[in-house]
């Protein structure tokens, strides 16, 4: 490794330049994804079935855990602790690895995504 011998300040500012290039380039997952645009399955496949699969337990087709998985919906006694507004928070906000929704849709949109995606998985198992 390189021996900068450069004073505090300037190294302070060359780490934080570093950082705030990192911060760019790592970006906001959600934000090549398009708004939603009322369709909630055609948005589900498309924006948050990456994460959490299409039939909402964060595995592929073959049953393979994704890469970044999201949380399971049909694990029922997991997803039904939280309630709606719960739902409805972290899909706006994000949490965790889950990006936030905030600029791609309303919080109705998140309402009808919880009540008519997220509830239902959690119901059939």
């Given at each position: 490794?390189?021996?900068?011998?450069?004073?505090?300040?300037?190294?302070?500012?060359?780490?934080?330049?570093?950082?705030?290039?990192?911060?760019?380039?790592?970006?906001?997952?959600?934000?090549?994804?398009?708004?939603?645009?009322?369709?909630?399955q055609?948005?589900?496949?498309?924006?948050?079935?990456?994460?959490?699969?299409?039939?909402?337990?964060?595995?592929?087709?073959?049953?393979?855990?994704?890469?970044?998985?999201?949380?399971?919906?049909?694990?029922?006694?997991?997803?039904?602790?939280?309630?709606?507004a719960?739902?409805?928070?972290?899909?706006?906000?994000?949490?965790?690895?889950?990006?936030?929704?905030?600029?791609?849709?309303?919080?109705?949109?998140?309402?009808?995504?919880?009540?008519?995606?997220?509830?239902?998985?959690?119901?059939?198992?």
């Amino acid at each position: 490794m390189a021996n900068l011998n450069l004073p505090p300040r300037r190294l302070s500012l060359l780490l934080s330049m570093l950082l705030a290039g990192s911060a760019l380039v790592a970006g906001d997952p959600a934000k090549d994804l398009p708004k939603f645009d009322g369709d909630i399955q055609k948005y589900w496949a498309n924006a948050c079935a990456r994460c959490h699969g299409v039939n909402g337990n964060g595995r592929d087709n073959n049953g393979t855990p994704l890469p970044d998985a999201g949380f399971d919906f049909t694990d029922s006694r997991k997803a039904n602790r939280k309630k709606d507004a719960d739902w409805v928070k972290v899909t706006l906000q994000g949490k965790d690895k889950m990006p936030a929704f905030k600029d791609k849709m309303s919080e109705a949109d998140a309402q009808r995504f919880v009540t008519e995606i997220l509830r239902k998985f959690a119901a059939r198992h």
